[in-house]
């Protein structure tokens, strides 16, 4: 006897209204999305659960890949069963051994069928003294159990779950809208990307590359954590923006101290743009509060000037260590500590400002027109669509993926 089945539970999906259907419907589209690779599986929805039937599938693996999805709070796997009593046997002691590491057990059974011989009372006690008769050191705990083995018995059959995984939580990714990420190298932005997904939001990246300043391989690094990102929901395009221009000329005109502010105004109002042509809005940014020079709060007020559009910053109030657990966990660390600058490094200021005001920032920008060099940056744009099932699609023409 194998599992057939995999139920899966909601979150806080759960507590939606009139509008809970559209969330279920996107839950299921990205699980459908997400086990692309195992085509014999079936996903079936009933009030309050979905259920993936394995139909011969390797259970343990389509397990990992449901648990990264959003949207999902527990899944376990689950058997029908004939209604009989060997059956029912026979399916609770491999509903226990799914749990490897469990002493105690409970049994909670459930009979929907009132025409089953066996009342709730006394399947309990059959079906926990089967499993105390093959295994060893185990005993039944109804109060804390390690494992608690759920038996429903209903009119077409029975079913036997077993122990509980943890899903992803947070809500199915494209419930609440588009955001544009300011995609970096680092560690930062991509975790601010992941727990932005968490929230249900479908990310796209922009990425500012500097060529000769930033190598190819930088640009490698950003799609590998763009691919790494994509497993949380479906591909992620990059807008690559040809940046070396802008930035040289600010080195050339802009006071050493607000060049790093200045710089980061020229991204907001690039990104803003992109944002406007791909009918995104809001901006995703990796900022802690305090982390860099760019990240105080008088950079931040002054670097928002620039944008009307809302600033998701998820990141705002952890520190560097609480980030780099999260990077861990995702897969983008060993991806970030690549060896290969981004663009925020070129040019790095020996003292930048860390309390920058919209006065002197306005006032050294009007000395010089940077209007061409934004509108050619856009225009030069490209996208590279990736995801963790494909290569990368790179297309030069931007006004083509509009």
């Known amino acids: 006897m194998n599992f057939d089945q995999i139920m899966v539970r909601y979150g806080e999906m759960a507590l939606k209204g009139k509008n809970r259907k559209a969330f279920e419907q996107r839950l299921k589209h990205n699980l459908s999305i997400k086990l692309k690779a195992f085509p014999n599986t079936k996903i079936t929805k009933t009030r309050g659960r979905m259920y ?33 009593e060997e059956q029912l046997k ?4 491999l509903a226990f051994h799914d749990a490897k590491d469990a002493k105690t057990f409970k049994i909670s059974s459930k009979r929907t069928d009132k025409d089953f ?17 093959n295994t060893d050191g185990v ?35 494209g419930t609440t809208g588009k955001s544009l990420l300011m995609l970096s190298g680092g560690i930062d932005s991509p ?24 190598s190819d391989r930088a640009k490698q690094k950003v799609i590998d954590l763009a691919k790494e990102l994509s497993r949380f929901g479906k591909s992620i395009k990059i807008h690559v923006v040809p940046f070396t221009a802008v930035q040289q000329k600010i080195h050339r005109e802009m006071p050493s101290g607000y060049s790093m502010t200045i710089m980061r105004r020229m991204m907001m109002r690039i990104s803003e743009r992109i944002a406007q042509k791909q009918g995104i809005l809001s901006l995703t940014t990796g900022e802690s509060l305090g982390q860099v020079a760019s990240q105080t709060m008088e950079s ?39 060896p290969y600058e981004d663009c925020c490094t ?9 309390k920058p005001t919209r ?24 996208t590279i669509e990736v995801s963790t099932s494909n290569n990368e699609q790179e297309s030069n023409e931007f006004s083509d993926l509009l």
């Open 191 to 214: 975790v601010s990307g992941y727990l932005t997904m968490k929230r249900g939001v479908q990310i796209e990246a922009i990425h500012f590359h500097s060529p000769p300043y930033t």
């Open 90 to 93: 026979e399916a609770a002691l």
């Open 117 to 133: 011989p066996i009342q709730s009372s006394d399947l309990n006690p059959l079906l926990g003294g089967h499993i105390l008769k």
């Open 139 to 173: 005993r039944v705990d109804v109060h804390h159990p390690d494992v608690e083995i759920k038996v429903e018995v209903r009119h077409d059959a029975a079913y036997v779950t077993a122990q509980d995984y943890p899903g992803a939580g947070g809500l199915p990714v």
């Open 346 to 354: 070129v040019f790095v200021p020996k003292a930048p400002k860390t």
């Open 300 to 338: 931040m007020n002054t670097i928002n000037e620039v944008t009307n559009y809302p600033i998701i910053r998820p990141l705002v109030s952890m520190d560097k260590l609480e980030i780099i657990d999260i990077s861990r966990k995702i897969g983008t660390y060993d991806i970030s500590i690549r």
């Open 359 to 382: 006065e002197n920032a306005n006032y050294y920008e009007s000395n010089t027109d940077f209007s061409e060099d934004i509108n050619r940056a856009v225009e030069e744009t490209y």
């Open 52 to 84: 993936i039937l394995l139909n011969g599938e390797d259970p343990h693996q389509v397990m990992a890949e449901c648990q990264e999805v959003f949207g999902i709070h527990s899944l376990s796997f689950a058997v029908k069963v004939e209604k009989t």
